[in-house]
């Protein structure tokens, strides 16, 4: 059986999602705003599930569209730095874990609709840079990294969640359950 690059790609989403709202069954909302006491910039818990809700999606369609929501006109590489990147006192962050649900789901859908709408032949035969910078790279290549994103934060959410004494394992980062 051949499976195709938009196949793939969809599947990684639907496991990369399945598990990251599987983490999100041991969020306590009393948590929201638990960070760890050592370091700096780092997110609260509700910051980081807000970013969970925008760390795939929004970029896959980004890529797809070329709409980054920057205002008309505005190149992305005009954009400040800490507009594109805010520090984590200024980042958004959720009022709730069903909010973050509710944000994650719709994410997911805009995933899955923007691997269907770049179109197979697209995912190789484009190349392009992120606004953010670095050398172009395959449409896919851009899809790929966008689902680890989510993958890297879903780790840091189970960091934070041992951080706050949650018996977490191998089961419920890769999982879902």
């Not at 179109?119 to 966008?146: R, V, Y």
């Not at 840091?156 to 879902?176: C, S």
């Amino acid at each position: 059986m051949t499976i195709t690059l938009t196949e793939l790609l969809k599947q990684e989403v639907e496991g990369m999602y399945r598990s990251t709202e599987g983490l999100l069954k041991l969020v306590d909302q009393d948590k929201l705003g638990w960070k760890p006491a050592t370091g700096k910039n780092w997110m609260t818990t509700g910051q980081l599930l807000h970013h969970l809700t925008n760390a795939c999606g929004f970029c896959v369609k980004g890529f797809v569209t070329g709409d980054w929501g920057i205002p008309a006109g505005q190149k992305p590489a005009d954009t400040p730095a800490d507009a594109m990147l805010p520090p984590a006192e200024k980042m958004p962050a959720v009022k709730s874990v069903d909010e973050c649900r509710q944000l994650l789901a719709e994410d997911k859908k805009t995933a899955l609709k923007y691997i269907s709408e770049a179109g197979e032949k697209n995912l190789l035969a484009k190349t392009l840079s992120a606004p953010w910078g670095g050398p172009p790279m395959t449409l896919f290549q851009h899809i790929n990294h966008m689902i680890g994103h989510l993958g890297q934060h879903k780790a840091q959410l189970f960091y934070y969640l041992k951080l706050q004494g949650k018996d977490v394992n191998t089961m419920n980062l890769y999982g879902g359950g």
